[in-house]
């Protein structure tokens, strides 16, 4: 299974664009990632609740999918499984690094909003880290 990025449509109304599959090459079989499975039907529920249609990048409202997203684009996403699982998760380690640093300005800032937001990201790539599992063994 090889990491990749598809548009999901639901009820033709909803598009998420770049939603991290793993993908199968020999038959095509494709599945969600298992820890982003739960954030795409919350993100789904969320715009059925406020009925609001068309397409939203899934990379720009969740930080792991970003994190991904990055890594897809680098090529490395290619490396042995367990090595991956190790990239990955320095990767999200850097990227909470950077996110702490955007919180520390915003708090200077006094922007309350802004901080929210990045509490929201900082507490889902956190709790990721710490399972460490990318991969679920089958």
Partial sequence: MTLSFRM???ENMYQ???VPILECEDCSYYELIPSIKQDVTRLLAEL???RREGRVVFTSVNELASVLYDIYKSGQELLEVSSFNTFL????EERINLLLDLYGY???AGDAD???EISFRLSALSSFVKKRQFLETK
């Fill in 106 to 108: 915003a708090s200077r």
């Fill in 16 to 18: 998420i664009d770049l």
């Fill in 89 to 92: 998760v320095e990767k999200c």
């Fill in 48 to 50: 059925k609740e406020q």
């Fill in 8 to 10: 999901l449509v639901f």
């Fill in 114 to 116: 802004w901080m929210e």
